[in-house]
């Protein structure tokens, strides 16, 4: 909603500093400014104008300013002599800090500028046709060398207020300036319009048959002279962003502007009864509005008709046969009121927005609708020359709810925290036009009409904080009787996230909305989860697997000359019934290095396994890896599920290298874990005493098949270990020269230690003899020698 | 014999202090100590003495021994300590030299400034609450008394799954799980997380985004408590000499509704107020949905963009730098950043 200072002053003393004013108590204020950026403009005559003696297109003027006569070239070619026109004499700044200079023009002096309305900033589409492309010239005598904005009615300021959905009252002037009257202490006075009725009655009747309309009126109007409307509206409109279409359109706008009141005109003459009928549509029914597009109807739109026929799409839009054309020459003038979900659901499902239908969504109120037609009335007589018959006919269905609100005395203060003086409270009231009844507990308050949104005690309570001034409310500390703790899984998931941090991976955040070719790319948890009207084909589809952002930032970060990435992420996937934490880490290139020294750790399997596994030990979750084939997406040989009590939690694996090459990425490998399981997993053990005792070192070296693997060597080690064997470490694994092809050397390092005792020799050895035995029969193990 | 010995002694400690050599200085051990050495040999001829003599000479013997062993000692710990400052000179080193490079992680920036807001909230004793983002439109909309035909919905176009379920446009229905929870009794939570709604991707826009809700309930409740807790934490994320300024507005679920601006310094060092939270008295009948008699208590509200305070904090020019993950763009969050 704009609101001009012109349109203001028309009710009240604009109070100083109005935008912060506004801003502070009422509505936040979008934007402030002058209504037109220039400064210094004036009024002209031009007095001669002669061509160019060296230029075609310009125009040699001289130009009457005030008890002074400028030389002035011209560019526009409907400039002509006698015209009153808009002069930007030299020291005057036009819109974009253009400051006008004295100049010469192919020789020819130029001291000014006489102006277009498209320098003065304003849109090409709001500037009426004769106007385009050319200047602006009064169509009366104006006060040479006064000030051109004023003339215009283009002069002060224009305010944009950002109106939230409560406050239908701040969608007129009027209803703007009774919230402000009510913080600079003033009173609105409504003017009361004279009309002069002719003696003719006015011949229609109105009968509302619908609970969607609260009331009714219409007033007939004849000898309606349609034509241009008169310069100060059509710039009033100007200013308000709204084009000027003829003066009995413009008035409709106006009336909508300053009052809030929707208005709609007929073309009399093409209504075939005098019976005005409020009514429920048919379903099914067709219509054709103004726009000239056909629209069907529900049962729940409301349609003014005359008996015979549809002529409005009630609040929503008028229909085409009844439109006001360059020759109607009588008009029948409606101002009504219509419940605001009716109009809500009309204008939604045909996608009719209008400026009318805006209004009674959110609310009109209902002493307004009278008022606005009388207003329009007077207009239509004094602008288009209508003659308007005796009478108004109206049928008032039901009166707008509204319910008094009842507080206790002590609720204001009770709620705000504050001590504020019953005798202040009452002046509050007043100023906002409360009526109120006092008990010897409460206040029985009734807001006032335009004030729909005031309905329960909590919506005084604004009312009165921001009279009071938000800013002046005390500070109060809350006296907590609460324990602030994160939860355990809570702490946990900071841990985990802190250690990755700290071992040197990058945290990402990455979108939950993704392309459906990424949805099962790395996982599938379930039948995928699709937005309804996806903003894009690219996020139309909820992630299973945090893999593919991370891809994504990988390459991004590739494709900006950055070899080395390891990150990781924490976020939810989604399927149907289901939403649960992810893990996910991947590594990319040299992880940490020294080239002077040329040590490097690079990126394998390992090194993101060995990260991962030192990640977990910390909350004392120990995982088996197991190779499988289940991810197209990976390295089909260099992939494994993540195992955690026998049941698949996750997998990891190096990224296949078709892809790797896609992505102009180095070797990379990516790991995923579903993290519920262990986010709860609470640790609780009692101390073991450290042994006092030495311990006995055994190195192991076998060989065995390819195909067996660490892990099955180290389980049958560690059966046959039993409790003296304290860890098991592989040091060394081999294939080639000395080994029989398809077999590998893999070599462990023993540990044992008697916790009560100092260990014998003689034991461990038998031990060794028990396990190298098993390993034997188990894996055909041989010692290599 | 006397001369003899005096003559001994003083030869033995001028070859000692003459020995440059841990081998020298070892033959001169042998030269008086050993089998033939000067020393041992007048040892030897000890029992060619009067036994009468023997002790005094004896004892004269051996005080020189202790001269000569007490010197020879001391000269080979000499000379070991400077073989060893010889060897160690060798080690210098070059400390300027980069040290082993360890890659450097980082904690995103928007989970930093999260922990950051938990850690004060917990200290005034919150409880961290948390809620899918897969939500129920009873939860996200119609619990914040936005039923289906309310304005405000128009305020947010969201991402629907189906007539029931979408991804959730505000924290908000945390609010409303966890006033269910408690079954009517008084509540103080945080609930940070990620929401949706559609809007374009541009620089001061992202159709996914974080935001930290807090809710109180008690009996006695009043703004002046949530006044307190807002500047509490606007001072707690930037600096203690932050002023706060409340503008009335309007959202469904609270009543009185109010935007918080912040006096903010910029880059330039001038100040100037910068919207960052809205905030207000939960709506009787938020209260009542959520299981809870408006007439016995009442409750406050806020709820502050996650990446708005990240943008203003760190002077940040575009919402999309959290989402890219740009590496050298995370890397420039280091935690313990002052306020």
């Not at chain 2, 309310?150 to 629907?160: I, K, L, T, V």
Request: glycine letters at 6%.
């Amino acid at each position: 909603m704009i609101i001009t200072k012109n349109s203001l002053q028309k009710w009240m003393k604009i109070p100083d500093q109005i935008a912060e004013l506004t801003n502070q108590k009422i509505i936040e204020v979008e934007a402030f400014s002058p209504l037109v950026e220039a400064t210094g403009l004036i009024i002209g005559k031009v007095l001669t104008c002669n061509p160019h003696p060296d230029a075609d297109r310009l125009k040699v003027t001289t130009v009457d300013i005030g008890g002074q006569v400028e030389h002035i070239v011209c560019g526009a070619n409907n400039v002509e002599a006698g015209q009153t026109v808009i002069v930007a004499p030299v020291g005057s700044v036009l819109p974009g800090n253009f400051k006008i200079k004295k100049t010469k023009i192919r020789g020819q002096e130029s001291n000014g500028m006489i102006c277009s309305l498209e320098e003065l900033g304003i849109p090409l589409d709001l500037i009426p046709e004769q106007y385009k492309g050319g200047i602006y010239y009064f169509d009366e005598e104006k006060t040479l060398g006064s000030d051109a904005l004023e003339a215009l009615h283009l002069d002060g300021w224009k305010m944009t207020l950002g109106l939230t959905p409560n406050r239908s009252d701040l969608l007129s002037v009027l209803g703007f300036a009774y919230d402000l009257a009510a913080f600079s202490n003033q009173t609105i006075k409504l003017p009361q319009h004279q009309i002069k009725e002719t003696k003719t009655l006015n011949p229609y009747k109105v009968t509302i048959e619908t609970d969607g309309c609260l009331r009714y009126y219409a007033r007939y109007f004849t000898d309606v002279t349609i034509k241009p409307s008169p310069m100060w509206l059509r710039n009033t409109l100007m200013a308000y962003d709204m084009k000027s279409i003829n003066n009995v359109v413009d008035i409709s706008n106006l009336v909508l502007l300053e009052y809030g009141t929707p208005l709609h005109m007929f073309d009399a003459a093409k209504l075939e009864t005098n019976e005005i009928v409020i009514r429920n549509a048919q379903a099914d029914e067709v219509v054709v509005t103004l726009d000239g597009i056909e629209r069907k109807l529900t049962a729940d739109d409301l349609l003014i008709t005359d008996q015979e026929k549809p002529i409005a799409l009630a609040g929503v839009m008028g229909l085409e046969n009844t439109m006001i054309t360059d020759k109607t020459t009588s008009v029948v003038l409606e101002a009504a009121l219509f419940e605001p979900k009716a109009i809500q659901q009309t204008s939604k499902r045909l996608n009719l927005r209008s400026d009318t239908s805006l209004r009674f969504e959110r609310g009109v109120d209902e002493e307004r609708v009278y008022q606005g037609l009388e207003y329009a009335t007077k207009l239509l007589i004094e602008l288009a020359d209508a003659k308007v018959s005796s009478g108004v006919a109206e049928h008032l269905h039901r009166r707008q709810l509204r319910p008094s609100i009842t507080v206790s005395k002590t609720y204001f203060n009770e709620h705000l925290g504050i001590n504020m003086t019953e005798e202040t409270l009452k002046t509050y009231f007043d100023r906002y036009r409360y009526q109120v009844e006092e008990t010897e507990n409460e206040y029985i308050i009734q807001p006032p009409s335009d004030r729909l949104d005031l309905k329960i005690p909590a919506d005084l309570l604004e009312e009165i904080s921001r009279i009071y001034g938000l800013n002046e409310i005390p500070m109060t500390k809350h006296k907590s009787t609460h324990t602030g703790l994160l939860t355990f899984k809570q702490k946990r998931l900071r841990m985990l996230r802190h250690r990755l941090a700290a071992s040197g991976l990058n945290e990402v955040i990455s979108y939950s909305l993704n392309a459906l070719d990424t949805i099962h790319a790395y996982e599938n948890i379930g039948e995928p989860i699709q937005v309804v009207a996806p903003m894009s084909e690219d996020k139309k589809y909820l992630r299973q697997s945090l893999i593919p952002g991370l891809l994504k930032t990988a390459e991004y970060n590739r494709n900006r000359q950055t070899k080395n990435m390891h990150l990781f992420e924490i976020g939810h996937v989604y399927a149907k019934d289901q939403e649960f934490n992810k893990l996910a880490l991947l590594m990319s290139g040299d992880w940490h290095y020294q080239p002077w020294q040329k040590q490097v750790i690079k990126t394998d399997f390992y090194t993101l396994k060995g990260l991962f596994e030192n990640t977990f030990k910390m909350f004392n979750v120990t995982f088996v890896l197991e190779t499988c084939e289940n991810y197209s997406n990976l390295h089909p040989y260099r992939q494994a599920h993540i195992k955690w009590q026998d049941e698949v939690v996750g997998f990891m694996g190096q990224l296949h290298p078709t892809i790797q090459k896609e992505l102009n990425l180095a070797e990379t490998y990516v790991l995923e874990l579903k993290l519920e399981p262990f986010l709860n997993e609470q640790i609780s053990f009692n101390y073991q005493p450290v042994s006092k005792y030495p311990n006995i070192e055994r190195d192991l070296a076998l060989v065995v098949a390819e195909t067996v693997t660490a892990n099955d060597l180290i389980k049958i080690i560690k059966e046959s270990g039993r409790k003296l064997l304290q860890n098991v470490e592989v040091f060394d694994v081999y294939q080639g020269n000395n080994i029989e092809a398809g077999k590998k050397s893999i070599a462990f390092h023993l540990l044992f230690n008697d916790a009560k005792k100092t260990l014998e020799t003689e034991t461990v050895d038998e031990i060794m003899e028990k396990i190298i035995y098993r390993l034997q029969q188990t894996w055909s193990a041989e010692i290599r020698k | 014999m006397k001369e003899l010995l005096k003559q001994i002694k003083t030869e033995a400690l001028f070859e000692i202090e003459q020995a440059t050599t841990i081998g020298a200085l070892e033959a001169v051990r042998v030269g008086y100590f050993g089998k033939k050495g000067r020393l041992t040999e007048v040892m030897g001829q000890m029992r060619h003495l009067d036994p009468a003599e023997r002790p005094a000479f004896g004892q004269a013997v051996n005080t020189i021994k202790v001269a000569i062993e007490a010197a020879w000692t001391a000269r080979k710990q000499n000379l070991e300590e400077a073989i060893l400052i010889a060897t160690l000179q060798k080690e210098q080193l070059d400390v300027t030299l980069p040290g082993l490079h360890l890659y450097q992680g980082s904690i995103h920036p928007l989970n930093q400034v999260i922990e950051e807001v938990e850690d004060l909230f917990l200290g005034m004793g919150y409880t961290v609450e948390e809620g899918p983002e897969v939500e129920l439109d009873l939860f996200n909309f119609e619990m914040m008394n936005i039923a289906k035909d309310h304005p405000a919905r128009d305020m947010q176009d969201s991402f629907y799954i189906d007539d029931k379920t979408l991804l959730r446009t505000q924290t908000s229905p945390v609010q409303a799980r966890a006033m269910l929870k408690m079954k009517g009794e008084p509540l103080k939570i945080i609930c940070p997380g990620k929401v949706y709604r559609k809007d374009d991707d541009d620089p001061s826009h992202s159709h996914q985004f974080m935001q930290i809700e807090g809710l109180v309930i008690d009996r006695d409740i009043t703004l002046a408590h949530l006044k307190d807790t807002l500047l509490t934490m606007v001072r707690h994320l930037f600096g203690p000499e932050r002023e706060i300024r409340l503008r009335p507005s309007y959202f469904p679920f609270t009543e009185p509704s109010m935007e918080v601006d912040v006096l903010m310094q910029k880059q330039d060092g001038t100040t100037e107020y910068i919207e960052i939270l809205g905030a207000g008295m939960v709506h009787p009948e938020v209260l009542r949905m959520g299981g809870y008699d408006p007439q016995v208590y009442r409750g406050f509200a806020f709820g502050v963009g996650v990446e708005r305070i990240a943008l203003l904090k760190y002077h940040i020019d575009d919402i999309r730098h959290f989402y890219t993950n740009d590496i050298r763009f995370l890397r420039q969050f280091k935690e313990g950043v002052s306020s």
